[in-house]
């Protein structure tokens, strides 16, 4: 079946540094523009990153500027997202997903996604 993995998450402490990955089966990930996504308890799901099929292009949500890194292996079948200086409101889940079409901050844009991980930063 085809899908998104994504690992890596876990507890942290405020500006303590994560690295998350998202792995594919049965998909060549090259294919796609990715993006990752977040969603706090309580809130709707946010853009956080994205990144053209060749590296080509990045964006980053303004909260996270500066401090977060996408990027990607094709050859690895793998995208990344680095997480440095966390703060507490980083909390949420995070989801990678994949699109056919340029990569963008909307949800409804995106083909498919992987079932998140859980990244919880402490005060």
């Known amino acids: 079946q085809e899908q998104l993995v994504e690992s890596g998450g876990g507890l942290v402490q405020a500006g303590g540094s994560l690295r998350l990955y998202c792995s594919a089966s049965g998909r060549t990930l090259s294919t796609y523009g990715m993006g990752w996504f977040r969603q706090a308890p309580g809130k709707e799901r946010e853009f956080v990153a994205l990144i053209g099929r060749r590296d080509s292009m990045k964006d980053y949500a303004d909260s996270v500027k500066g401090r977060f890194t996408i990027s990607r292996d094709n050859a690895k079948n793998m995208v990344y997202l680095q997480m440095s200086s966390l703060k507490p409101e980083d909390t949420g889940v995070y989801f990678c997903?994949?699109?056919?079409?340029?990569?963008?901050?909307?949800?409804?844009?995106?083909?498919?996604w992987g079932q998140g991980t859980q990244v919880t930063v402490s005060a």
């Open positions: 997903a994949g699109t056919l079409r340029r990569p963008s901050v909307m949800l409804g844009d995106y083909d498919f």
